[in-house]
């Protein structure tokens, strides 16, 4: 019998954690709806996981924060006593989140309030990667062949380590963000495990926060798209959700987890947001979709016409990155700002299958759209094409292909 895929309730991204407390404090009484969605082609049709999802679920749902845990999590100090307390007594609600199919599709929907039904979709996307990549066995050779990537991967970076290239300029790092779509959890410690060992000037953390724990990490996240997408229905004129959003994060962390999301409605509008107040609280930006160079030397110019000095800053990357691509990145503005990179499903799931692209994204808030306008084609999510219209008209975003 197959142990259950969620052993802790800390297994989630920091940034779950971080967006719980700030919504909690905000708008605790918001009611919001989360979708599942598979982009890519699957080998068998996810539909025929539904009873092993269902199981996993009522697992979840089960499991509580260990007292150990809770002291972990008051230990970070920019999550406070009274959100540990609600962690404390907290559970997952069954009836919060339903699975269905649809023909081949799998259809996984979370609807309640906001702050029962956010940290149900990342434990949603590795238990449907886990047994998906259960499902397809080969177990041996997946893992032979990942095994082999790795080592070509730690032969690269010591190669680079070894030639000081790493040190150039402001140094390279890069974070785990692989959790979400992981071959496996033995897989992913096992990763992190060597990184950490192989690498302990330039691995910088993990967003997994029982990893994190278990291992000694540092923690990393701040903001995702559904923080911010979710102020496109807290009563704000919708022009102002994002300085609203922004405002709200500084009044909740007063200087901690200072780096914003710049691509809910796209890196331009983001700048017309992100003035001088703005640009000197945050410790920097991260870049989610688009292309990685322009946008960063649009963020670079931006803090030049605002007079910061963009050595203090930090540009952050986690869009689909390798590490090869990373050093690119990191080379190309290394002598102007400090860079970061997340990287994901070339970490902790490159083997003999191809990877999932699932995703599970805030679709409505308090009975209204929300939309996510990407500067890449194809990321762009919303069910109401007439609410993206008017959000595209009010940010004077031109559709994609016209």
Aim: charged share 30%; aromatic share 12%.
């Amino acid at each position: 019998m197959n142990i259950p895929i969620v052993r802790s309730l800390l297994e989630t991204d920091l940034y779950k954690f971080s967006m719980w407390q700030a919504l909690l404090h905000s708008h605790p009484g918001a009611q919001a709806e989360y979708g599942f969605v598979c982009r890519n082609a699957t080998v068998f049709p996810l539909a025929d996981l539904k009873d092993e999802v269902e199981r996993e679920l009522d697992h979840l749902c089960a499991l509580a924060f260990l007292p150990e845990e809770l002291d972990y999590l008051r230990g970070l100090r920019y999550l406070k006593s009274d959100f540990v307390d609600f962690l404390s007594v907290f559970r997952f609600q069954r009836r919060f989140i339903r699975v269905e199919t649809d023909g081949p599709d799998l259809r996984i929907l979370a609807k309640g309030p906001i702050v029962h039904v956010m940290g149900f979709e990342i434990f949603v996307l590795y238990i449907v990667n886990e047994l998906y990549f259960r499902r397809l066995g080969e177990r041996d050779q997946a893992l032979a062949v990942a095994r082999e990537r790795l080592d070509a991967k730690v032969a690269f970076l010591r190669g680079l380590e070894e030639s000081g290239d790493l040190d150039k300029g402001h140094p390279f790092t890069f974070f785990d963000f692989g959790l979400r779509r992981r071959y496996s959890r033995d897989w992913q410690d096992e990763v992190v495990r060597r990184l950490a060992k192989e690498f302990p000037r330039h691995m910088g953390g993990t967003s997994n926060v029982h990893l994190a724990r278990t291992l000694g990490l540092k923690p990393i996240g701040t903001m995702a798209h559904e923080y911010l997408q979710a102020y496109q229905a807290f009563g704000f004129r919708l022009r102002d959700f994002q300085k609203a959003a922004l405002e709200g994060w500084v009044h909740e962390f007063r200087g901690d987890l200072g780096v914003a999301l710049t691509d809910v409605v796209g890196m331009d509008a983001f700048l017309a947001d992100f003035d001088l107040y703005f640009a000197k609280l945050f410790d920097g930006l991260r870049h989610d979709s688009g292309d990685p160079v322009e946008w960063g030397e649009k963020a670079l110019a931006h803090y030049g016409r605002l007079r910061v000095d963009a050595h203090t800053k930090r540009l952050v990357f986690s869009d689909g990155l390798d590490l090869a691509k990373a050093l690119e990145i990191h080379r190309h503005f290394r002598d102007r700002t400090q860079t970061a990179f997340g990287i994901g499903t070339n970490l902790t799931n490159d083997t003999c299958h191809k990877a999932l692209n699932v995703v599970m994204k805030i679709m409505s808030c308090d009975g209204q759209p929300v939309a996510k306008l990407s500067d890449s084609a194809g990321k762009t999510l919303c069910q109401d094409r007439t609410y993206l219209a008017y959000l595209r008209q009010v940010f004077g975003i031109v559709e994609d292909g016209k």
